[in-house]
């Protein structure tokens, strides 16, 4: 199967890397086809998610028309948000399906992520993938122990959590290399899943319930 997704973030963002792998682990067989909105200089800022918000229908009708994808994810950060008032997950989605519907886009084929806060909401819910990526790290030095975080989607800034956690261990978090490197220590779905919006997305990836 070929599935187009929808990035908010630009090239440079850790979010495709992530995904990516994470695709490959719930199916192997799956076509990741991957179009990024965001800037091309930057991992994510307002911009961004404003950009997706208003080119999201005729990019998901290139995948779905000229890239032949068999559906296609969008996926954006609730946090932050383009405006000046608080973010709303329903607010997002209803201009998203208005510019998906002003495209003439097959809703049916479509599905929405949102994270709760950013694409590091996922890795903080695993504890055991940043031990080991902290132990690696470290090696041969022994780690601090690791905040496990029951509600993952309840932290709104997860990558201020990861640096702390970095920090503690006396390591500079690197926003661009860490998190994929969390993400590939992630062996199984048993920690990840905490995450609602990780869940969601392992079911519109595969059609199946973790």
Not at 18 to 43: M, N, Q
Not at 80 to 101: F, G, N, T, V, Y
Request: aromatic share 8%; net charge positive.
């Amino acid at each position: 199967m070929k599935i187009g997704f929808i990035f908010e973030c630009g090239p440079k963002g850790v979010d495709v890397p992530i995904c990516k792998y994470l695709v490959k682990k719930l199916d192997s067989e799956i076509k990741f086809t991957p179009i990024t909105l965001g800037d091309k200089t930057a991992l994510g800022d307002e911009s961004n998610k404003k950009k997706l918000l208003q080119d999201c229908g005729k990019i998901a009708k290139l995948l779905l028309e000229s890239d032949r994808c068999e559906k296609v994810i969008i996926l954006w950060d609730l946090y932050p948000s383009h405006k000046e008032e608080k973010p709303c997950r329903r607010q997002d989605r209803e201009d998203i399906l208005a510019r998906l519907q002003a495209e003439g886009v097959d809703l049916n084929r479509i599905s929405l992520i949102c994270i709760s806060g950013e694409i590091e909401t996922w890795l903080i819910a695993d504890h055991r993938a940043i031990e080991d990526t902290i132990a690696y790290l470290k090696r041969p030095h022994p780690i601090e122990k690791i905040v496990k975080f029951r509600y993952p989607d309840r932290i709104k800034n997860p990558k201020k959590q990861l640096k702390k956690i970095f920090d503690k261990n006396k390591l500079a978090y690197n926003e661009y290399q860490h998190p994929i490197q969390i993400a590939e220590n992630i062996k199984d779905f048993r920690e990840i899943k905490k995450s609602e919006s990780f869940r969601r997305f392992a079911l519109k990836v595969t059609g199946r319930e973790l």
